[in-house]
């Protein structure tokens, strides 16, 4: 059944995490309003990390400017191996009104 609401009490290991793991540097870059479109948000060790907590900074934190965070780190050469780009609600491809 599909009626768009968000899974609750996700546990798994994300593709995130592997990659923390791993030793390969990721980001998710998306603003305050981001659509509701990243995904870790749905995973229970995303909800409970806090401030500090690298899947909270890596993968929760809201930047003001998706775009004006991004560039700050491809001018400061801290870019990650992998970037995830959340586009904010004013450039999503989302229609406006639901059917």
Do not use: C
Request: charge should be negative; hydrophobic fraction near 35%.
């Amino acid at each position: 059944m599909l009626d768009d609401a968000e899974p609750d009490g996700i546990n798994w290991e994300t593709l995130a995490e592997t990659f923390e793991k791993s030793g390969i540097s990721w980001k998710v870059y998306m603003e305050l309003d981001n659509f509701d479109d990243n995904a870790f948000a749905w995973f229970d060790q995303f909800k409970k990390a806090k401030s500090g907590d690298p899947l909270h900074e890596k993968g929760m934190k809201r930047h003001i400017s998706m775009i004006n965070e991004f560039r700050k780190d491809v001018s400061g050469d801290k870019l990650p191996q992998v970037s995830f780009v959340i586009a904010p609600s004013w450039l999503s491809e989302h229609a406006h009104n639901h059917p």
